[in-house]
C-alpha cells in the first residue's frame, strides 16, 4: 500500500490518545518518516510500534536515517514503547546504526517485545545490536530475530545479553546458521532466564554437542512448553541427551517439533517416554511432531500414536502407515561424534576446494610470450599520488573514465568508480569536481545501482566497516570530504545518497580520525 505521509500524520495528530501505531505495508522515505516523527513528538503515551516491511521499495541506505528520525520523535515525545516490531525490513547491519540511539534511550526503559524477524543483520549486525542492548540492559519477555544469519559468533554475542536479561519468556531465532558453539552460548543464557515458556530454534545445525548442552539447561527452565527444534540435525545421540534432559526437567512441555532430525526410532521412543512420564499425559501435550524421522512401520507408528494420543504428527502423511514393519533398527552409525556438527558449511567448502587442488595442481600454464601490462590509470588507482595523477595529463578525468568503463560486473564497475573518485579528490579537489557528474551518471545505469552507491562511498568514506579484510582506504579522507562538500548540494547528487550520507557523517562525527572531523566540522552542510 503506496500511502503519501500526510494522511498518516494527520491520523496520528487527529488522535488524542496514541497507543498503537502499524504501518506495515507502507514505503517510507526519510522525508515521510520525519514528517511521522514529527507528528508522534507530541504522544508520550506512545506504547505499540509496528514498523513491520514498511520500507517497500526503498534503498537500505533510506533506511537508517529514516529509523533515526522516528527514534528521534519517540524520545522527544518522551514515549514509553512496550512492543517495536521492525521485522521484514531488509536493511543488513547498517539498518542497526538508525536503531542505537533508540534502543539506548529510555523510551525503551518497558520494552517487552523487540521483533526483528528478517532484517539480513548478519554478524555485524547482530554485535551492533547486542552492544546497543547490553549499554542499558532491558528486560525484554520477548526476543524475535530469525532469518538473519547471526551464526556462531552473532548469536554468541546476543547470549552474553540475554545473561543479563533474565526475563526473556519467548526466544525465536530460526535459520540462522548457528552450530553447537553458538547454541552452547544460548543454552548458557536460557539457564538465567527461568520464565522461558516458548524457544524456536528451527533450522540450525544443533547436533549432539548443542543438544547436551540443551539438556543441561532444561533442569532450571521448569516453565517451558513449547520447544521446535525442527530440521537441526539431532541424530539420535541429540534426540537421547534431550530425552535425559526432559526426565530430569519434569517439564510441562505442551509443544514438542523434533522433525526432520534423521532420528533413529529407538531414540524416538526414548524421546516419547520421556515426555510422557504419566497416563495423564496426552491430556497435557497439544503437538509432538516427529515427521521426517526414522519411525520404522506401521506397527511402530501405532505403538507411539498409543502413548501420545491425537497430538501426534508422525508422518507427512499417512501413505506410510501401511508399510511393512521390518523389525530392524533404523539408528545411523553414531561411531563418529563430531558428523553432524563439527564442521561448518566453510569447513566442508574446503575439503571441496582442496579435492579440486589435488587435481589441477600438476598443471603447468604456458605463459611464454605474455608479459604484464601496467597502465598509468592503474598505478595511479593502486598508489593513488599526486606524482602518479600528473602521469594521466590534463584530462585525467577522461582517461580514468575511458580506463573503468570496460568493467561489466555492476558492483565492481560502482565499487572502481568510486575508489577511483576519492583517490583524485584526496587530492585535487577540483579535478573531484569532474569526477563526482561521470560517478552518478555510470551508477546510474546500472540495475540496483542506488544502494550499491551508497554502500561503497559510506565504506570508501570510513563511515561504515567493509566486510572484506582486505578492503584499505588507500586515498587522504580530509580531502575527500573537502571535495564531497562542494559536490553534496549539487542537482546531479541523488537527494536520497545526499541524505543518507548526512545521516552517517552526523553519527560518526565523535569517532572520525582528528584530522578528518576537524574537516567535517568546517563543512556543516556535510552533516546538517
Not at 494522511?7 to 488522535?15: K, L, S, Y
Not at 513528538?41 to 541506505?61: I, N, Q, Y
Not at 554475542?157 to 519468556?169: D, H, N, R, S, W
Not at 555510470?442 to 579484510?469: D, F, P, T, V, Y
Request: proline letters at 4%; a negative charge; glycine letters at 8%.
Amino acid at each position: 500500500m503506496f500511502l503519501p505521509a500526510q494522511p498518516i500524520v494527520d491520523a496520528i495528530n487527529a488522535c488524542p490518545d496514541l497507543h498503537y501505531l502499524t504501518l506495515t505495508g507502507n514505503t517510507l522515505g526519510v522525508a515521510a518518516a520525519q514528517a511521522i516523527a514529527k507528528a508522534l513528538e507530541h504522544h508520550p503515551e506512545f506504547k505499540v510500534a509496528r514498523f513491520s516491511d514498511m520500507f517497500t521499495g526503498r534503498m537500505k541506505t533510506e533506511i537508517p536515517p529514516a529509523l533515526s528520525a522516528l527514534g528521534d520523535g519517540m524520545i522527544s515525545a518522551g514515549a514509553r514503547l512496550s512492543v517495536l516490531d521492525l521485522s521484514d525490513n531488509a536493511f543488513g547491519p547498517i539498518g542497526v546504526e538508525g536503531l542505537v540511539k533508540l534502543l539506548q534511550s529510555d523510551v525503551c526503559d518497558q520494552l517487552q517485545e523487540l521483533r526483528l524477524n528478517n532484517n539480513g543483520l548478519g554478524i555485524t549486525g547482530a554485535r551492533l545490536l547486542a552492544k546497543a542492548l547490553s549499554t542499558n540492559p532491558r528486560k525484554l519477555k520477548v526476543f524475535i530475530a530469525g532469518r538473519n544469519r547471526l551464526e556462531n559468533e552473532g548469536s554468541t554475542a546476543l547470549a552474553k545479553v540475554f545473561q543479563q536479561m533474565g526475563t526473556l519468556e519467548e526466544v525465536a531465532m530460526p535459520q540462522n546458521g548457528i552450530y553447537h558453539i553458538g547454541i552452547s552460548a544460548l543454552s548458557e543464557a536460557f539457564k538465567l532466564n527461568p520464565n522461558l515458556s516458548c524457544l524456536n530454534l528451527n533450522d540450525n545445525t544443533i547436533g549432539a554437542k548443542g543438544a547436551q548442552a540443551i539438556a543441561d539447561a532444561l533442569p532450571r527452565l521448569k516453565n517451558l512448553k513449547s520447544i521446535n527444534f525442527g530440521d537441526c540435525l539431532l541424530k539420535s545421540k541429540g534426540a537421547r541427551a534431550l530425552a535425559k534432559g526432559f526426565k530430569m526437567n519434569s517439564t510441562l512441555l505442551e509443544s514438542l517439533d523434533l522433525s526432520h532430525n534423521e532420528i533413529g526410532r529407538e531414540a524416538v521412543m526414548e524421546l516419547i517416554e520421556a515426555i510422557t512420564p504419566s497416563k495423564d499425559s496426552t491430556d497435557r501435550l497439544a503437538r509432538v511432531v516427529l515427521a521426517g524421522n526414522s519411525l520404522g512401520g506401521a506397527a511402530n507408528k501405532k505403538t507411539m500414536r498409543d502413548r501420545l494420543g491425537s497430538c501426534a504428527e508422525l508422518s507427512d502423511g499417512d501413505d506410510s502407515d501401511d508399510a511393512a514393519d521390518s523389525g530392524e533398527d533404523d539408528e545411523e552409525d553414531e561411531s563418529d561424534e563430531n558428523s553432524e556438527d563439527s564442521a561448518t558449511e566453510d569447513a566442508q567448502h574446503s575439503t571441496l576446494d582442496s579435492s579440486i587442488a589435488d587435481i589441477v595442481k600438476d598443471i603447468t600454464l604456458d605463459t611464454s610470450g605474455v608479459e604484464e601490462v601496467e597502465t598509468d590509470v592503474g598505478r595511479f588507482l593502486q598508489e593513488p599520488t599526486v606524482a602518479n595523477l600528473d602521469r594521466l595529463g590534463s584530462n585525467a578525468a577522461e582517461v580514468i573514465d575511458a580506463h573503468l568503463q570496460s568493467i561489466r560486473e555492476p558492483s565492481e564497475l560502482i565499487q572502481a568508480y568510486v575508489e577511483a573518485t576519492f583517490s583524485v579528490a584526496g587530492l585535487r579537489g577540483i579535478l573531484a569536481q569532474q569526477m563526482f557528474p561521470r560517478l552518478m551518471a555510470r551508477a546510474g545505469e546500472q540495475h540496483a545501482a542506488a544502494w550499491l552507491l551508497a554502500n561503497c562511498m559510506l565504506r570508501a568514506l570510513g563511515l561504515i566497516k567493509s566486510e572484506s579484510k582486505d578492503y584499505k582506504i588507500r586515498w587522504l579522507l580530509p580531502g575527500c570530504f573537502i571535495a564531497l562538500a562542494d559536490v553534496i548540494n549539487e542537482p546531479f547528487f541523488p537527494a536520497a545518497l545526499r541524505d543518507t550520507l548526512k545521516f552517517f557523517i552526523s553519527s560518526k562525527l565523535p569517532t572520525l580520525p582528528p584530522d578528518t572531523r576537524d574537516v567535517v566540522e568546517k563543512h556543516k552542510m556535510l552533516y546538517m
